[in-house]
T-cell receptor
Framework: DADVTQTPRNRITKTGKRIMLECSQT?????MYWYRQDPGLGLRLIYY???????NKGEISDGYSVSRQAQAKFSLSLESAIPNQTALYFC?????????????????FGPGTRLTVL | QKEVEQNSGPLSVPEGAIASLNCTYS??????FFWYRQYSGKSPELIMS????GDKEDGRFTAQLNKASQYVSLLIRDSQPSDSATYLC?????????FGSGTKLNVKP
């Protein structure tokens, strides 16, 4: 079974609709992230969470909200979808491990959700 | 200025050759460095992590880090057509990840 899962995998919606993308992980990681990827623009961070009570905005949080329901679950909502939110959305997790004075962070991605807003 | 810079490519190499991918970063306090492989329409897959100056080898992959020059590279030996993908460089500093836009690699049979 995949360590990081995302639902749905594909979604087509209309302008103005509210939608939720969900992410679950079985890796036991404390940190979770939402990114979007557009052709030529790379990965851009929307929101991130270091634990259930810690939610932080990324570089492009406008028009999005998140909820960290449990350590293993992190959902992304588009309150009123617009066409320029059409993109590939990825959830990711990481786990900070301290060693020799440095922090080690390996980030693992879910399979992605392809969202189309008409 | 972008935190992580990569040449977008495409970089074309013949099968069996060495592919060299490069990345520069601007944050001098970056601590962890990563290379991801991403096939079209798929999610990024972590292939290498490097934390200290020098080389790190894993199979056909070698990551090289030079913190003084703020430079990290990935060498792929004996390149195969299945290595054709976009390679993303990522840097972690102050608990944030910064990604380059990726270099597209084409390995020609």
């Amino acid at each position: 079974d995949a360590d990081v899962t995302q639902t749905p995998r594909n979604r087509i919606t209309k302008t103005g609709k509210r939608i939720m993308l969900e992410c679950s992980q079985t890796k036991g990681h404390d940190r979770m992230y939402w990114y979007r990827q557009d052709p030529g623009l790379g990965l851009r961070l929307i929101y991130y969470s270091f634990d259930v009570k810690d939610i932080n905005k990324g570089e492009i949080s406008d028009g999005y909200s998140v909820s960290r329901q449990a350590q293993a679950k992190f959902s992304l909502s588009l309150e009123s979808a617009i066409p320029n939110q059409t993109a590939l959305y990825f959830c990711a997790t990481s786990d900070t491990r301290a060693g020799l004075g440095s922090s080690y962070n390996e980030q693992f991605f879910g399979p992605g959700t392809r969202l189309t807003v008409l | 200025q972008k935190e992580v810079e990569q040449n977008s490519g495409p970089l074309s190499v013949p099968e069996g050759a060495i592919a060299s991918l490069n990345c520069t970063y601007s944050d001098r306090v970056s601590q962890s460095f990563f290379w991801y492989r991403q096939y079209s329409g798929k999610s990024p897959e972590l292939i290498m992590s490097i934390y200290s100056n020098g080389d790190k080898e894993d199979g056909r992959f070698t990551a090289q880090l030079n913190k003084a020059s703020q430079y990290v590279s990935l060498l792929i030996r004996d390149s195969q057509p299945s290595d054709s993908a976009t390679y993303l460089c990522a840097v972690n500093g102050f608990n944030k990840f910064y990604f380059g836009s990726g270099t597209k690699l084409n390995v020609k049979p």
